[in-house]
């Protein structure tokens, strides 16, 4: 199966900062990657499909790149509902496997 | 309006089998390419691919898994079944049903249940 390691898994940021997160897969998967947000205690949400492509009424501060195995999820201005845990996620393969998530705190 | 509603057993003993039901509206499973997808998270730990099923009845499992795990559909009540066989306190966790829209190689998880709490304990 593919793995997919995300970096780091946790970090500290300030609101207005520029955070970035970074999802490296085992084997070379073009731009197969999607990117999802979790607050605690609710379900995950689809954030980024296709390595950029914006889920609709996602805000345009959230960006993805990235292609072959290293990937990159980005926001350009934390805001005070960023803070949240972040996934990547690889659908080159039919079986489909997730990062171990990105923890983003209030620093 | 797409919802996803995963349904179960609370609370299960270990070495038992769970049967998990999703029911869902708003998309039609016979219509390709839709899919409907199994995800669990332990407490405190990542989210963990279970299996997946399409419009065509191909299903797919977690290779780790794939022995102890079972998905059909029932396109006629709107419901994917998941069982999971030999069951482990290890299992306890948090399962999610989701709707994944797109083609082999395009597959995105749009939409998620609120998720089920399982229990495995004796």
């Known amino acids: 199966d593919i793995q997919m390691t995300q970096s780091p898994s946790s970090l500290s940021a300030s609101v207005g900062d520029r955070v970035t997160i970074t999802c490296r897969a085992s084997e070379a998967i073009s731009t197969h990657v999607n990117w999802y947000q979790q607050k605690p205690g609710q379900a995950p949400k689809l954030l980024i499909y296709g390595e950029s492509n914006l889920q609709t009424g996602v805000p345009s501060r959230f960006s993805g790149s990235g292609s072959g195995t290293d990937f990159t999820l980005s926001i350009s201005s934390l805001q005070p509902e960023d803070f949240a845990t972040y996934y990547c996620?690889?659908?080159?393969?039919?079986?489909?496997?997730f990062g171990g998530g990105t923890k983003v705190e209030i620093k | 309006q797409v919802t996803l509603r995963e349904s179960g057993p609370a609370l299960v003993k270990p070495t038992q089998t769970l049967t998990l039901t999703c029911t869902f509206s708003?998309?039609?499973?016979?219509?390709?390419?839709?899919?409907v997808s199994w995800v669990r998270q332990p407490p405190g730990k990542a989210l963990e691919w279970l299996a997946l099923?399409?419009?065509?009845?191909?299903?797919y499992y977690s290779t780790s898994l794939k022995t102890r795990l079972t998905i059909s559909k029932d396109t006629s009540k709107n419901q994917v079944v998941l069982t999971m066989s030999d069951l482990d306190p290890m299992d306890t966790a948090t399962y999610y049903c989701?709707?994944?829209?797109?083609?082999?190689?395009?597959?995105?998880?749009?939409?998620w249940g609120q998720g089920l709490l399982v229990t495995v304990s004796s």
């Open positions: 099923i399409d419009w065509d009845d191909d299903k």
């Open positions: 996620q690889q659908c080159y393969s039919t079986l489909l496997t």
């Open positions: 989701t709707r994944i829209q797109g083609y082999r190689s395009y597959r995105f998880l749009d939409y």
């Open positions: 708003g998309f039609s499973l016979t219509t390709s390419p839709m899919c």
